[in-house]
DNA sequence: TGACATAAGATGTATATACACCTAAAAAGA
DNA sequence: TCTTTTTAGGTGTATATACATCTTATGTCA
């Protein structure tokens, strides 16, 4: 009879784990976006935020979370480098609970010198991975997004 | 002519990015799966470190972190804490610059004990996805991992 | 062999992420 | 109205992530 390796046995198909394989090419396109965005001096978070303020522009931080798909406490971290950098500023709302979040002209300015870089990143991605293809993946992110999002 | 609004014109079409979308996607469904493997005890990061640790044991740090997408950084904070709470130990190798890394005794445990939750989640997930969906779906993220990874 | 380049790992620093909990304000009900 | 619940946001704490840089060990090659 064959010895038993020590590791064990009948464990989880981690290979098939949707959380793992997600996680992985996430952090790794992070990567590849960041190092292409790098000239522009924002990183790949900061200048999704920007983008997504300024067309949002006034909104409050529990709009923009959910439209990011972010814990609200995140995002409350992450916006205060961005108001710390004048990136952003913060207006009180009409219901006094709400601090309403605005892009600065100086956002603008940064998003327009970022921008070519990020084009050519996703330029990039898409020349080798296919648009068809990529637009159909975005429905399946935004499905899985849905999915595990759906209370029942 | 009909007022300019004070957000930029010509933007990125984030709505199509590559980074932006499964980093959101990535986000959601970590929280999913933590959610549900909290009774279990560990984190998705920790079980997922574990359970390829205890396949890949005895493995260096460069290794693992090539196997899991993450730099060797991350990976060593990641260690750390696995080793302060015995879920590893560290060997060094014939080349004295290498520590390898194995599963103790304790981490086996541990992912029996969070396996049924994990299993529970996966399956919920399948459940509503599509099982032949998903198997498509992690041929696309492996080609992104592999796009963004290619040196050329 | 000795000089140089490369590789593995750790550390300093900074950002990213989210849970538990707290405060204040608004909404809902009695 | 007044009590209760819900909601928006912030804080304390902990983990997750990665770049720049340092140290040490290995590999390369003249």
Redesign the pocket.
Known sequence: MAPQTPTSQNQPALGECACMNL?KTA??I??FY??RL?PGGL????FTLLVVLDHLSPV????L?DHM??????L??????LERDNYIT?QP????????ISATGKARVAIKETQPYWQKAQGEFLQKFGEERWTEMREDLTEISRIVTSQD
Do not use: P, Y
Not at 93 to 100: N, Q, S
């Open positions: 996680r952090r790794l992070a990567q960041d190092q790098q990183r790949n978070t900061q409050s931080i529990k709009n979370a798909g972010m814990d609200r406490t995140t409350t971290r992450n916006l205060r480098l913060a709302g009409k219901d006094a609970r709400v601090r309403m």
